[in-house]
């Protein structure tokens, strides 16, 4: 089984722009998360679907958004890029067949802001 | 209400010894405790999780001790290896609510 895949691994954007991160969860994962990593902060929770449906959100404005297609895969976007944005972006996918299943986690993706 | 204090930021064990990693949170709602484990370049992976139903849960050389009554719980590595050099991190849920993470604990066992 192919695990959760994210793209692209690297980014780099100027501060003002725009990004879509993409998320590919295991393949009957229906519930997927997003994560922001930093080093002080460690993982922020940003927002969570679920068959389509923000399910949870997190605390961050309005210029992060997600979105969820019908086969499971999911985007981010962040409008207005600031230098503080820059993070490592997580995905996690989980069957959500119980509550409180296992999340799998992508490797990431690394957002710099200049 | 939602947080999870993970303490300490980081710990160098030598090989052979424990390392000891210490989590306090504070919503009683909370029902499910995972600790994940986080190699350079990778996405955390879950190591082990417990419910606060049972006081200690073992795989291998990794135990979660909880205490509910303190609102405490933490992930004890016996016999420490050098491949258990990695970031640790401590999480609480309730349901399908969202995962509420520690702050991570940086963990180098060296020779």
């Known amino acids: 089984k192919a695990g959760v895949t994210q793209t692209p691994r690297y980014l780099i954007k100027t501060r003002g722009q725009q990004v879509t991160l993409s998320c590919s969860p295991i393949?009957?994962?229906?519930?997927v998360s997003w994560y922001q990593q930093t080093p002080g902060q460690g993982l922020q929770f940003l927002f969570e679907?679920?068959?389509?449906?923000?399910?949870n959100k997190g605390n961050f404005p309005g210029r992060f958004s997600g979105r969820q297609f019908s086969n499971s895969r999911s985007e981010m976007n962040v409008s207005t890029l600031e230098l503080g944005d820059s993070a490592l972006y997580l995905c996690?996918?989980?069957?959500?067949?119980?509550?409180?299943?296992?999340?799998?986690f992508g490797q990431g993706t690394r957002l710099t802001v200049v | 209400q939602q947080q999870v204090k993970q303490s300490p930021q980081s710990l160098i064990v030598q090989k052979g010894g424990i390392s000891i990693i210490n989590c306090a949170y504070e919503?009683?709602?909370?029902?499910?405790f995972p600790w994940y484990q986080q190699f350079p370049g990778k996405g955390p992976a879950l190591l082990i999780a417990?419910?606060?139903?049972?006081s200690e849960k073992k795989e291998g050389r990794f135990t979660i001790s909880f205490n509910k009554s303190a609102k405490q719980f933490s992930l004890h590595i016996m016999d420490s290896q050098p491949g258990d050099s990695a970031t640790y991190f401590c999480?609480?849920?309730?349901?399908?609510?969202?995962?509420?993470f520690g702050t991570g604990t940086k963990l180098q066992v060296i020779p």
């Open positions: 996690a996918s989980s069957d959500n067949r119980g509550t409180n299943t296992e999340a799998f």
């Open positions: 393949s009957g994962h229906r519930s």
């Open positions: 679907y679920f068959s389509e449906t923000q399910r």
């Open positions: 919503n009683t709602a909370f029902d499910y």
């Open positions: 417990i419910r606060p139903d049972v």
């Open positions: 999480a609480a849920s309730r349901g399908y609510q969202k995962v509420t």
